[in-house]
């Protein structure tokens, strides 16, 4: 399944208050959000019914909450709000090679998980970067985390 094309300005003021209150939030606001900033829907398409949702920041103390832009319509009809959500717990064990994906949405997302969504455009960076030699990856295949377990 190909990830959602909805794109919108983020709401700045309120997303700061948001991240000035959340807990966990960064230290200081305005470094981590321009005020022309837009975010990317990261859910997989879907109808009108859902509401699109772009990760806006990951809680720094508290560990599976993060704050989501959640908005629905477009333009003057745009409806939005800003929420601390928990995370998915659904991991993708691929067994051949030993690797765990999580899923980076928030729990109860609608649709797949994104280990199921492709972006066409992460795809070429990933590619770009993989034919890159001094690029970090960010590979955890040893480590066993198993969050669906109590
Ligand atoms: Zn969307
Ligand atoms: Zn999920």
Redesign the pocket.
Known sequence: MLQ?T?VTAVPYYEALLALATMEGGPEYPPEVLAPDEFLL?E?G??GDG????AHVWTAQTVDDRDLWLFWAGTGAHRVHRLDVVRLCPAVLRDLATRTVTVCTYFDHHPGPHSFSVTDPLGELITERAETDPDTDTDSDSDTDTDTDEP
């Open positions: 959602c909805a829907c859910l398409e879907h859902v509401e699109h949702a």
